[in-house]
């Protein structure tokens, strides 16, 4: 069994098809295909449920996946001790929200692992940060993929997928979003976001009589609002950290709520070099923001 496979089964629970994974990965899909069959071969079990349009993971799937993850990333940190260092300056585009969730922890890893990797970070919107990156004003970005793929002339690393939640006042006691909406000021999500164009289909699935004077972009800005009791809102997930600032009850929006995919994107002539491999393995190493 060769050990791209568990890398390539990452890259399908990260980006959550076969598709995203063969972009990732620098494959087809039918590569893709091939190496989860090979797998489920192996281990003789199916490791994807395909009864349905799209392909979804098994408990099984998730398993494997976490038993192989950490090993799989101390093997990388091995094989980069018998290289010669990486070093030098990185320009990293990201967004706002990441620069609270994401950035700390990404840092620490990469001045503990690469001490002579000087990462600096350029805060930006997603379209003014891949337009920097294919003008050569950037290296790389952790942007929101937009939801037809992005730039084939870039390339795209997905790195986990962030669900769409409701927030209400910490004293709501509404348990569906019309009831929510009905009595609660909409505060959207800038619509002209990947998140904020989702949270506007489920507002006008659910609650299509809600009432909405503001639309803002920034997720801490919005989550003070509906904590001091200004409305309620939809947006991707806040994290802990965020919460115990302005607390907020949060609302599942059920199985079937809808998610942003964030991902690593870079010029496609550029993703083979030594600096970009070092800020690619970093950013799996600290996966998902807590």
Not at 52 to 72: G, I, M, S, W, Y
Not at 134 to 163: C, F, I
Request: hydrophobic letters at 45%.
């Amino acid at each position: 069994m060769k050990i791209e496979c568990f890398h390539t089964l990452d890259a399908v629970l990260r980006g959550g098809s076969f598709a995203a994974a063969a972009s990732a990965m620098n494959l087809s899909p039918s590569a893709v295909s091939l190496q989860m069959k090979q797998l489920e071969s192996h281990l003789g079990q199916a490791l994807f449920d395909r009864s349905a349009l799209q392909v979804r993971p098994t408990a099984l799937a998730h398993e494997v996946n976490a038993l192989f993850k950490d090993p799989l990333g101390r093997l990388a940190v091995l094989r980069q001790r018998h290289t010669p260092a990486v070093e030098g300056a990185l320009r990293l585009g990201i967004i706002e929200p990441l620069q609270v969730t994401l950035l700390p922890a990404l840092l620490l890893r990469v001045r503990a692992q690469y001490p002579q990797l000087d990462v600096r970070p350029i805060r930006g919107r997603v379209a003014d940060l891949t337009e920097q990156l294919r003008g050569g004003q950037l290296d790389a970005a952790v942007v929101v993929r937009p939801e037809h793929g992005g730039s084939s002339r870039l390339a795209w690393t997905p790195l986990y997928r962030e669900t769409l939640v409701a927030i209400a006042p910490p004293d709501a006691r509404e348990t569906r979003l019309d009831e929510l909406f009905a009595r609660h000021e909409w505060i959207r999500f800038d619509k002209s976001t990947v998140g904020g164009r989702l949270a506007a289909r489920v507002v006008a699935e659910h609650a299509p009589h809600a009432r909405c004077r503001i639309d803002l972009q920034s997720l801490a800005a919005i989550t003070a609002l509906v904590s001091a009791g200004l409305g309620a809102s939809i947006l991707p997930e806040i994290g802990p950290n965020l919460m115990n600032v302005h607390p907020v009850r949060v609302l599942s929006l059920g199985k079937r709520a809808p998610h942003r995919q964030i991902a690593l994107v870079c010029r496609r002539a550029d993703q083979d070099l030594r600096t970009i491999e070092a800020l690619k393995a970093c950013l799996l190493q600290v996966g998902r923001p807590a």
